[in-house]
């Protein structure tokens, strides 16, 4: 997704949001996640992703998207990649979840309302309550350790 004015504070707003699934799926080693990426058993990550989103978010809102990636070098951790997609009520969410060994963070490729409004502004915050909603702790804590990811 091209980056504009607004594309920061909807990262935020998402990564603020996602924040306690990528917590649950860093608890998952990242060899057993490299492993199932490598040999694609999809299934089994979209079983991963969906136990670990229906802690937080209501059935159908986090789901695995179409694939992944991971980085796996000698002298560094592994950072795994996957793509997700999230459609809280009235939006749907194409993004990357990069799980890292100290933090996750999170990337929007794509996004579009189902009844956007001309105001960017007002579509984000449209955005904002619509994940409020999807979720079981509406006023759950803020997570530090997964961020926007800088482009």
């Known amino acids: 997704m091209k980056k504009c004015s607004f594309s920061a504070r909807r990262e935020a707003i998402l990564a603020h949001a996602i924040g ?3 917590s649950e799926l860093r608890l998952i080693d990242p060899a057993d996640l490299i492993s199932l990426l ?3 058993y999809h299934g089994n990550i979209s ?3 969906s136990s ?3 802690l937080y978010f209501h059935p159908g809102t986090v789901n695995f998207g179409i694939g992944g990636d991971y980085s796996l070098d000698w002298n560094t951790y592994p950072s795994v990649t996957l793509d997700l997609e999230i459609k809280p009520r009235g939006v749907t969410i194409h993004a990357q979840l990069t799980l890292e060994a ?3 963070s999170i990337e929007i490729h ?3 309302f189902v009844a956007p409004s001309v105001n960017p502004d007002e579509n984000t ?3 904002e309550k619509s994940l409020r909603e999807a979720t079981f702790m509406p006023s759950a804590p ?3 350790f997964i961020t926007a990811r800088a482009s």
Do not use: G, T, W
Request: aromatic residues 8%; proline residues 4%; charged residues 35%.
């Open 20 to 22: 306690p699934v990528a």
């Open 38 to 40: 490598r040999l694609e």
């Open 47 to 49: 079983d991963l992703v």
């Open 52 to 54: 670990a989103a229906e």
């Open 102 to 104: 100290e933090k996750a």
């Open 110 to 112: 794509y996004i579009n």
């Open 125 to 127: 915050d449209f955005l």
């Open 142 to 144: 803020e997570m530090n």
